[in-house]
C-alpha cells in the first residue's frame, strides 16, 4: 500500500530542487545540521543530524522539554512564523524546506504523516469521522463519492473500529480517547505516508489501550512497509517498537545506536541515567536511580556539556567544551567526553571493555 518510490507530488518544478544528493542519498528522510531558533539568543534544537530509512523505526527519547516535537513540528513548518529553522530537512535527499506551503501541505499527510498525544487537538471537533477522512482521501488519493467513503469504511475496520457505517456519521466526542487515536492513525494512513511521524501516541491512554494501539502501528507497518518515528519519553515503549533509538537532551542529539545496543550497552551517561530509572520486570530487584535535576530550559543550556550540571561522571572540562556526537562502537554514537573511559552512570554496567578501546573515533 506505501508509496515507497515514484514521483513525489507537490515537488516544485525547479531543477535546482533535482539535487544529486536527491539520487545518492539512501535515507528517506533526513535531518541535516537542523537547528530550530525562537526569538531569542538560544536555539531550542541545535546541529541535529537523524535520519531514517525505508521501513525502518526510528525511536526518540528523552525527558520531557528536550526538543523531541519542536523538531518535528518545525522540520514540517507545522509552528508559527516566529519559529525559524536552519540546516535541511531532506525527504529522499531533497529539502522540503524550500517548497512552497502549498507543495508542502500536499507531502505533510501524503509522504509524511503525523498524529500526536492528544487526538482532540488533532481531530476537527465539530466535523464528523466520515468527512476529515474522505477529506484527506480526496486531497491525497484524488478520491471522492463511493470510493473515498468505501475506503474510508475500509481504514476504520482496518483500524479496529467496528459499525463503520455509524461511526462515519459520528463526532470525536463520541469516541472514546483510544478510538480517537484509532481514527487519527487511520486519518494518517489514508494518504498512504511513506514514513509515519508518532509523537507520543500513547501516552494519554492506558496501559491496555496503549498496547493495542502499539500493536495496531506494528501490524500496518509490517503490512505497508511505511517508515516509522516513534516519539516517547518512554523508553521501554520506544524499544519494543523501533530499529534504531536516539536519545535527545537540552535540543541536541547525545546517543544514538541499534535498539539492541543502546538498551544493553549504552554509552552515554544521560542514556544510562534513563535506563538505570526504568523498572524491569524480570531480573534481580534494584534499587531505582532517578536522574537528579531537570533538562535546562533552552535560555538556561549551560556551555560544554548541556548534561554537566546533573552528570554524576562530569569533569571541570564538561563545562566549558561542547562534546561531538563520536562513534564509540559500530553504527553506536555519543556525544560525551569520557568516552572510552571506564566510568558510567550510578547503576549502570561500567563499561569495562572500553577502557582498552582508543577514545572516540571522530564520527
Ligand atoms: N511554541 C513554543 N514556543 C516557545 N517555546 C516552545 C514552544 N514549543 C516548545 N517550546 C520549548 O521548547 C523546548 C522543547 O519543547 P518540546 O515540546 O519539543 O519538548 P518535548 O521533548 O517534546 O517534551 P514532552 O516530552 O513534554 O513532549 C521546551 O523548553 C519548550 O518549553
Ligand atoms: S561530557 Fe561530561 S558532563 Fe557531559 S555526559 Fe560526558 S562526562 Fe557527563
Ligand atoms: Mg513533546
Redesign the pocket.
Known amino acids: 500500500m506505501s508509496r515507497l518510490s515514484g514521483q513525489t507530488p507537490g515537488w516544485p518544478q525547479d531543477p535546482a530542487s533535482d539535487h544529486p544528493a536527491a539520487k545518492s542519498d539512501p535515507a528517506l528522510l533526513r535531518l541535516h545540521d537542523f537547528t530550530v531558533s525562537?526569538p531569542g539568543p538560544v536555539p531550542?534544537v541545535r546541529g541535529l543530524e537523524l535520519s531514517v530509512g525505508r521501513g525502518e523505526a526510528l525511536g526518540i527519547v528523552?525527558?520531557?522539554?528536550?526538543?523531541?516535537?519542536?523538531?518535528w513540528l518545525a522540520a514540517l513548518r507545522l509552528?508559527?512564523r516566529n519559529?525559524t529553522t536552519g540546516g535541511e530537512v531532506l525527504l529522499e535527499g531533497r529539502d522540503i524546506g524550500r517548497l512552497s506551503e502549498r507543495d508542502l501541505a500536499r507531502v505533510r499527510g501524503g509522504r509524511i504523516a503525523l498524529i500526536f498525544?492528544d487526538p482532540s487537538s488533532a481531530l476537527n471537533p465539530v466535523q464528523r469521522i466520515g468527512t476529515q477522512l474522505t477529506d484527506v482521501l480526496c486531497q491525497h488519493r484524488g478520491l471522492g463519492g463511493e470510493a473515498a467513503r468505501r475506503e474510508a469504511l475500509r481504514l476504520l475496520d482496518r483500524v479496529g473500529i467496528a459499525d463503520g457505517p455509524r461511526r462515519l456519521r459520528q463526532y470525536p466526542h463520541e469516541f472514546s480517547g483510544g478510538m480517537n487515536q484509532r481514527v487519527m492513525i487511520a486519518l494518517a494512513l489514508a494518504g498512504e505516508p511513506d514514513v509515519l511521524v508518532a509523537?507520543?501516541p500513547t501516552t494519554a491512554l492506558d496501559a491496555t489501550i496503549q498496547a493495542q494501539v502499539l500493536d495496531l502501528i506494528r501490524d500496518i507497518r509490517r503490512e505497508t512497509g511505511m517508515a516509522l518515528i516513534l516519539?516517547s519519553?518512554d523508553i521501554g515503549v520506544v524499544g519494543d517498537l523501533c530499529d534504531r533509538i536516539a536519545v535527545?537532551y537540552a535540543?541536541r542529539i547525545v546517543e544514538t545506536a541499534a535498539t539492541r545496543d543502546l538498551l544493553t550497552r549504552p554509552r552515554h551517561p544521560y542514556t544510562q541515567g534513563l535506563l538505570a530509572a526504568l523498572p524491569t520486570l524480570d531480573g534481580p530487584r534494584r534499587r531505582l536511580t532517578p536522574i537528579p535535576g531537570t533538562v535546562p530550559?533552552?535560555a538556561a543550556i549551560p556551555p560544554g556539556c548541556a548534561f554537566a550540571p546533573r552528570c554524576p561522571i562530569a569533569i571541570s572540562r564538561c563545562e566549558r567544551e561542547l562534546p561531538e556526537l563520536t562513534l564509540a562502537a559500530q553504527d553506536q554514537r555519543a556525544a560525551c567526553l569520557r568516552l572510552g573511559e571506564p566510568v558510567a552512570f550510578p547503576g549502570a554496567p561500567v563499561p569495562a571493555a572500553l577502557a582498552s578501546e582508543p577514545a572516540g573515533v571522530p564520527a
Not at 62 to 71: D, I, L, P, R
Open positions: 525562537l531550542i528523552g525527558e520531557s522539554g528536550c526538543g523531541k516535537s519542536v523538531t509552528l508559527g519559529v498525544q509523537d507520543e516519539i519519553h535527545m535540543g530550559a533552552p
